[in-house]
């Protein structure tokens, strides 16, 4: 019970301090898009706004805070509206979009000073906000004509002292996850064991940050789409509880990750019909999943769906370097092969 507490505390310092950097960001890259919206539509960074609001959000649902999940959500709707269409924001979608970020921040800190997300004083500015957003988003429906999904684009990582401790090693950044996803394999009524197997190695900051944000959107792709019922695995013949390994090790030049499941695999034959991003055209079509906004749902729910989950993370490795890889078998499971340049876990 002790050690459950720790990696619940561990989990949320991590969240607050990676959540913050993120809606900080967010904040910046929507005031340079109003500025810029005076002369073109910069999807660009509304793309970078959207990441940092899906990785809150799927923060945010692995701890139960549901609040903070809920206007990410209702952010996340409102950007994604937005990257399909060809129009330019109005200011006051603008201003209720930044009150949407800096709320969610005074909600961390609430977290951080009360342990809970909303107090007495926090109730109406919540309210408030999810009927601003409520509102813009039936104006915009309204208004905007929606085009193609735009294609990939370029994402920095924000290289900055996420986690305030220099040198964690990969052992110490695992610890918090079992927890997390002891929460959100019990919304989903799912059994689920998470297996770590590591060598011992040291991480930079920005290669904590990377990893810790890519762990998040993996581990929510397994228990979503991968890891089946315990009636179905059953049936199939498998054990009653899913599996889901992360084993790391080195050599001189590279870290070598490896992210497996045990679940139902990536069935490509569920992606005919559905548009295909240009850039995706000549690739293999198990790699589709890396691309923005193409998924294997009918229609997104409050957590995933919407297909930006995995872009996040192969734009996330590739940005420090490192390259991800999938390979899936139908009915047994899927394997993400990650390898990052040694010299770039320096300072």
Known sequence: ?????????????????DSRKELVCAIEEIKKYEKKSLVCNDSKLILSVYRRV?????SASFLSFEKTQAIANSLE???DYLLKSEVVVSKKLIDVILASLDNCLKILDNIEVFGDEINGELKDLIYKTNNNLKIEFQALTRELKPSKMLSTLNYTVVNSNIFGVSGLSMSGLFGHFKELLDAYSEKHNKKINLNFES????????????LNTSFIHMIRNSIDHGIESEEKRLIRGKKSVGQISIK??????????EFSDDGNGIDVSKFAGREVPDLAISSEKINLIFYPGFTT????????GRGMGM?????????????CEVESEVGEGTLFKI????????E
Request: proline share 3%.
């Open 1 to 17: 019970m002790y050690m459950e507490v720790v990696r619940k505390q561990s989990a949320i310092k991590y969240f607050l301090s």
């Open 311 to 323: 872009h996040i993370v192969r734009t996330h490795i590739e940005e420090i370097g490192g390259t």
């Open 339 to 346: 390898k990052i340049p040694v010299g770039l876990n320096i």
């Open 297 to 304: 749902l009918s229609r997104p729910t409050d957590t995933s």
């Open 77 to 79: 709707i409102i950007l």
């Open 199 to 210: 060598e011992n190695i040291k991480l930079s900051y920005r290669l904590q940050r990377v």
């Open 248 to 257: 790391a090790w080195k050599s001189e030049e590279q870290i070598f990750i």
């Open 54 to 58: 899906h990785t809150l959000k799927g």
